[in-house]
């Protein structure tokens, strides 16, 4: 049988950038203009498009270069909203969960078990919280209308079975386990390649490496930063969907920037992990250390979430502190805890929480960023450039929606309502038709429709089926493919986002001259 190859229109690759970054600074006017291609802007670019509005969607840097690429890879069903009392926030969190899981992105977004272990750190009352939680999560996901085969019951373990799912966990005193389920992502940074992608399939121009220096109501002035040319692209309508950053472009905009930090480990050092871990951090009653095995030969140990101040850099440091801390808390639980040599690498990403101001008791619950509202916020500045911020990973698709249909309202575009809570990305099929492909299961998991086309770059040339690394999954195949239709235009953006090889630093410069060269014959095959 023949293998279908990408989806229409959606292929982003050096060739298109080069054309529609000059169309867009040709002197047209847009219908809107989006900064920022994390998951918003990338999700703000595809709600307008799938509108029918004219776009053009541009980030100094890559896609998923900023938060959006260092996140849990969860998709919350919001159960950690419910002990603040942001009912909202959580009803919104497992709605926007169960479009991902059911019909956007389940080639992408799948459940999770997790277990928290029932030490002796762990009390009969704080269990029976914990399980009062994990039960009205449950009703979150019902009230969400997600199905029980998609995300099933929490349950109670017993100390053999929690050993079973969590064999690395210390054996003395265990009591059990509550299993409980949520969403989690194959990649966040994936999640958003598919994004644009989709956006791209509907006639958005996106355009990473593209600076703005300059940012109106009307438009931004822009520098190309492969070639140093400046321009202007001119706009009906303009979103700032930059997060962390957002008020470097907009006076007026307040974040206050939250670091939150994981340890990546190589996954024989806990051993096999059938199921992730909730691990209680000592003197909190709503915060946990998360133990997420990634499929990959690596699991994240994670996170903090510590105010940050003074500049904010494109790439967040790890402070000493947050690895320590973690280590501290996951020694807690196992039975040899994990030394600071075997920490083989680290990331922390800037959450772009709303400083909402205020005074009093008020500015000091703000201090710990923890406290602080998950709620995103739409704000439009007095000339015109409408600003979305706050939220999280999960809620991206209604932040986008909200953010267009508040440029549409004070623009006076027309344009058709939002059809994004049914609009399946690029790779996304019912479960039933993911698991006839002919394809291997990882791949399905990564490329959904599209692994086949991704199988079949190895099938024809067999030195692309050799791994990047060895004892790693990825393929040579993967990293043409990205460089063909994914939008990659260097060795990081193949190596530090289309594939999450650069995690860990030693792996990173292994593999560098195999990526330089997928470039290279990317680069050939469209000469």
Not at 158 to 169: C, D, I, K, N, Y
Not at 219 to 224: I, K, L, N, P, Y
Not at 315 to 341: A, K, M, N, Q, W
Not at 364 to 378: F, P, Q, Y
Request: glycine content about 10%.
């Amino acid at each position: 049988m023949s293998h279908p190859e990408a989806v229409p229109g959606s292929s982003l690759s050096a060739g298109r950038r080069a054309r529609e970054v000059a169309e867009a600074a040709d002197g047209r006017v847009c219908d809107v203009l989006v900064v920022g291609l994390g998951a918003t802007g990338a999700g703000a670019a595809l709600d307008a498009a799938a509108r029918g509005l004219d776009v053009v969607a541009v980030d100094a840097h890559d896609l998923a270069f900023g938060t959006s690429r260092w996140s849990s890879k969860l998709i919350h069903g919001g159960l950690r909203y419910l002990a603040s009392a942001q009912f909202d926030v959580a009803h919104e969190s497992a709605v926007e969960r169960g479009v991902l899981m059911t019909r956007t992105a389940p080639h992408l977004v799948s459940a999770q078990p997790f277990v928290l272990p029932l030490t002796p750190l762990v009390s009969r009352a704080q269990a029976s919280l914990a399980w009062a939680g994990f039960r009205a999560g449950d009703m979150l996901r019902l009230a969400a209308r997600t199905p029980r085969q998609v995300l099933p019951a929490p349950r109670r373990l017993s100390a053999t079975e929690a050993r079973h799912l969590a064999p690395a966990v210390r054996a003395d005193g265990l009591r059990g386990g509550l299993l409980s389920w949520d969403g989690r992502v194959t990649d966040d940074a994936r999640l958003v390649t598919a994004l644009a992608r989709t956006a791209a399939a509907r006639g958005a121009r996106v355009l990473t490496r593209v600076r703005v220096l300059e940012l109106t109501g009307a438009g931004a002035r822009v520098r190309d930063e492969l070639t140093g040319e400046e321009g202007e692209i001119r706009a009906r309508a303009v979103i700032n969907a930059t997060g962390v950053w957002a008020g470097e472009l907009v006076d007026g905009i307040r974040i206050r920037p939250s670091r939150g930090t994981h340890l990546v480990l190589r996954s024989e050092r806990l051993g096999t992990l059938p199921a992730g871990l909730h691990i209680p951090i000592p003197g909190e009653t709503n915060r946990f250390v998360l133990v997420l095995p990634q499929g990959d030969g690596r699991v994240y140990v994670g996170l903090t979430d510590e105010p940050v101040d003074g500049p904010l850099p494109d790439v967040p440091e790890v402070p000493e502190t947050d690895i320590g801390f973690l280590l501290d808390v996951l020694g807690s639980v196992l039975d040899v805890p994990v030394r600071r040599d075997e920490v083989v690498g680290a990331f922390a990403g800037l959450r772009p929480l709303l400083d909402t101001g205020g005074s009093g008791a008020e500015a000091d619950a703000a201090a710990r960023t923890s406290d602080i509202s998950r709620r995103h916020a739409v704000l439009t500045s007095p000339d015109g450039v409408t600003t979305v911020v706050g939220g999280k990973l999960t809620t991206y698709r209604r932040m986008a929606q909200d953010a267009v249909d508040a440029v549409l309202e004070a623009r006076g575009l027309p344009a058709r309502p939002s059809p994004t809570t049914g609009l399946p990305l690029v790779g996304a099929a019912p479960p039933a038709v993911l698991r006839a492909l002919p394809a291997r299961r990882r791949l399905v998991r990564r490329y959904g429709t599209e692994a086949p086309a991704v199988q079949a770059l190895a099938e024809r040339d067999p030195g692309l089926a050799e791994a990047v690394l060895p004892g790693h999954p990825v393929t040579r195949a993967e990293l043409v493919w990205a460089a063909l239709h994914e939008g990659a235009l260097e060795a990081s953006d193949l190596l530090d986002r289309r594939t999450r090889i650069g995690l860990v630093p030693d792996d990173r410069t292994e593999a560098l001259t195999t990526a330089r060269e997928a470039l290279e014959r990317a680069a050939a095959g469209q000469r």
